[in-house]
């Protein structure tokens, strides 16, 4: 497996995964909301930024680790962190009324949605690049 294919395979992979990440949150974010009424229920989040940015090589001003020979240490895990990071649900509470019950708080909500559905239009449009680029390079590279 020569570079390009090797770069190509890890960017569509990080992407595909972070694409399905988003989904995951975007269903626990609309069950909150569907659910803001339902008395006891906790509040559920996909909290895998954090995850994610730990599996992914160092980029500030270095240059990140890459194994070259079969003896050097391992490189980070990326299947690995992203296994982690789509078990990676919290529950939290936002505060509670005075008869004790939990309130959701729909405008933090609201923020979270938007927030993600942006985060994942993004990534639609890195993956129509990526595939263009791939267009490119069979149907005009050539010439």
């Given at each position: 497996?020569?570079?390009?294919?090797?770069?190509?395979?890890r960017?569509?992979?990080?992407m595909?995964?972070?694409?399905?990440?988003?989904?995951?949150?975007h269903?626990?974010?609309?069950?909150?909301?569907?659910?803001?009424?339902?008395p006891?229920y906790k509040?559920?989040?996909l909290?895998?930024?954090?995850?994610l940015?730990?599996a992914?090589p160092?980029?500030?001003?270095?240059?990140?680790?890459?194994?070259?020979?079969?003896?050097?240490?391992?490189?980070r895990?990326?299947?690995q962190?992203?296994?982690?990071?789509?078990k990676?649900?919290?529950e939290?509470?936002?505060g509670?009324?005075?008869k004790?019950?939990?309130?959701l708080?729909i405008?933090q909500?609201?923020?979270?949605l938007?927030?993600?559905?942006?985060?994942y239009?993004a990534?639609?449009?890195?993956l129509?690049?990526?595939?263009e680029?791939?267009k490119?390079?069979?149907?005009?590279?050539?010439?």
């Open positions: 497996m020569d570079a390009i294919q090797k770069f190509f395979d960017s569509l992979d990080l595909g995964q972070t694409l399905s990440l988003r989904l995951k949150r269903a626990n974010i609309a069950a909150n909301l569907a659910n803001m009424d339902t006891n509040v559920k989040d909290a895998f930024e954090q995850v940015q730990d992914l160092v980029s500030e001003g270095r240059l990140a680790m890459r194994a070259t020979d079969p003896r050097h240490l391992p490189v895990n990326v299947q962190a992203y296994a982690r990071a789509g990676n649900v919290v939290g509470v936002y509670q009324d005075e004790g019950q939990d309130v708080d405008d909500e609201m923020t979270k938007v927030k993600n559905h942006l985060l239009n990534t639609i449009q890195i129509a690049k990526e595939f680029k791939l490119y390079a069979i149907s005009e590279g050539g010439r």
